[in-house]
């Protein structure tokens, strides 16, 4: 993959938290996508989700409800995206963007296929307390 043209649309979306993309058809015909908040953190192409290397990946999870907080271009090669749970690091050039969207169901079946096997979901964390009558 490497066309590394810029997209002739980069378009957010703040309602459905998504990101819209396209590509001039001339070149690319058929490459526009929209691509959620929560498919571009877990596909993030950062250390912190890649690993430092083949087989170091780390699974993400609970991020279905995470949003973009801002978008900022990096030259004129890449999109740095912040997430409102901290995370900034991945930058996403425009060839690993026109990837995810062009392999996008395949990514997204992966990733729920790695949550199944481990035994994690997509929803938010959060503390459930119980309480019982037994001392």
Known sequence: MANSSIPSLIKF???????????????????HFQLSSEFLRVHSPSAEVRGHGQGNEVLQFGKKDVRILALEPVGNYALKISFDDGHDSGLFNWDYLLDLGQRHDEYWQTYLDKLAAAGKDRASGF???RMSDDE
């Open 13 to 31: 979306h703040n309602k459905s938290q998504s990101l819209e993309l396209a590509w001039d058809a001339s070149s690319l015909p058929n490459a």
């Open 127 to 129: 503390i459930q307390v």
